[in-house]
């Protein structure tokens, strides 16, 4: 099978790459595409290195040519970033000044990444394969699979956070991480975990009570929303239940794109060293644990039917009757060659149903000004999210936001 991963010369790729030599003896070659030559010829010959320490003997190389990566690829794995840590320490730091949460993925900041991302993503799709199997890491997940399925790809969405989430609550209940079926559902970096089943018998609330204090300090929630709730909201919930916490923390301090910035500086200086045949430890304060073990077992499931069950990114197509059928949720899904199907799942509350329904509206409105510009459908995108929804402060986002991604942003020219 061969592989081609988008955006090859992140200082990512070796972590995915030794994932590929542990865990995918299906892959005979995998190809990665980055425009930075120099840099990808760096993180290719590292990678070709963690490849022989395992003794894999899938055979890698890179390249800038789109259509030679592409052709003949099973899989496309994409996992891009458009204006690179630059752009990204943009979305951080514009919304600071309307009192809005500045992040890559969440709010203003995350529609910023989807306007500048939607559009490379759709144009590199259509260039692979018509068979060939899109799994997209790109952030905002939701966002760019949507644009992806609504421009017929066939594609799914991977995060990181279930997976995460399973190993940890594996570790503590002494069982493999496969013994544990999580009932993980929502939209992407929006998400509960409302139960851990072994062996037909949900271990959550057992977690919950003998470690709630870890599990809070873990998400960074207050522990009394776990309570309340009586399931674990991810991380990323955080920018929504303690909002105007995390604005107060975010002003005046590094951003995390900066600290990213100077960790890959380290790291590609590591990569250098021809004797470096195993991923750093550095590596692992870059982020995305457990992406690499999530991308084999998905795209295994994919290619070889074998029913797994994974966290994906899919269409709706009534698993959430709140929603259309067109939205994107992030649920458990059984996996199989014809696509992800969500596993059957009781109604999602109100408290968290309703903030699901407003953040799916911001996401479809998001994905039509990614497709055909314009200021007010960034207006009206932002206007509809729930970490906004105000006018005055959608007015001076939107302004913002466009004033700093002028360079991106091909209809503002």
Not at 21 to 27: D, E, I, K, Q, S
Not at 315 to 320: A, I, M, V
Request: proline share 5%.
């Amino acid at each position: 099978m061969k592989i081609a991963v988008v955006g090859g010369g992140s200082t990512y790729t070796p972590e995915l790459i030794d994932g590929f030599a542990r865990l995918a003896p299906f892959a005979t070659e995998i190809v990665l595409l980055d425009p930075a030559a120099d840099r990808l010829s760096l993180v290719g010959s590292f990678a070709q290195r963690i490849l022989a320490n395992h003794g894999s003997p899938a055979k890698l190389r890179w390249t800038s040519d789109v259509d030679d990566a592409l052709a003949g690829a099973s899989t496309v794995v994409i996992q891009l970033r458009v204006g690179g840590q630059r752009a990204r320490i943009s979305d951080e730091t514009f919304p600071l000044a309307c009192d809005c949460v500045g992040q890559e993925t969440t709010g203003a900041g995350g529609f910023a990444k989807a306007l500048r991302t939607v559009p490379v993503v759709l144009d590199i799709a259509r260039r692979a394969d018509p068979g060939a199997w899109i799994v997209n890491f790109t952030n905002p997940v939701g966002i760019v699979t949507r644009a992806l399925l609504d421009d017929g790809h066939r594609a799914a969405g991977l995060c990181n956070v279930a997976i995460g989430f399973q190993r940890r609550w594996a570790a503590a209940l002494g069982v493999e991480p496969s013994a544990v079926t999580l009932d993980h559902v929502g939209l992407n970096h929006l998400t509960w975990e409302r139960a851990a089943y072994v062996d037909g018998v949900d271990r959550l609330p057992h977690l919950i009570e003998q470690g709630l204090a870890d599990l809070a300090a873990g998400v960074q929630i207050p522990a009394e929303v776990i309570t309340a709730l009586a399931c674990v909201p991810s991380y990323y919930l955080r920018y929504f239940y303690c909002h105007d916490e995390v604005v107060a923390e975010e002003r005046g301090r590094p951003t995390r794109g900066e600290r990213v910035a100077e960790l890959e500086e380290q790291l590609l200086r590591m990569y250098a060293d021809p004797a470096l045949t195993e991923k750093p430890a550095l590596l692992g304060e870059r982020g995305g644990a457990f992406y690499s073990e999530a991308a084999v077992g998905l795209i295994a499931s994919l290619h070889h039917d074998d029913g797994g069950v994974h966290a994906v990114n899919v269409r709706n197509r009534g698993f959430l009757p709140f929603l259309s059928d067109d939205a994107v949720i992030e649920a458990t899904c059984r996996v199989g060659a014809d696509g992800a199907h969500p596993l059957p799942a009781p109604p999602l509350r109100p408290e968290l149903a309703g903030l699901v329904a407003g953040v799916s509206a911001y996401e479809e409105l998001a994905v039509d000004a990614a497709l055909h510009g314009g200021r007010d459908r960034v207006y009206r995108a932002l206007l509809a999210h729930p970490l906004v929804a105000q006018h005055d402060k959608a007015t001076r986002l939107t302004d913002g936001l466009l004033a700093a991604n002028r360079d991106h942003l091909a209809w503002l020219s």
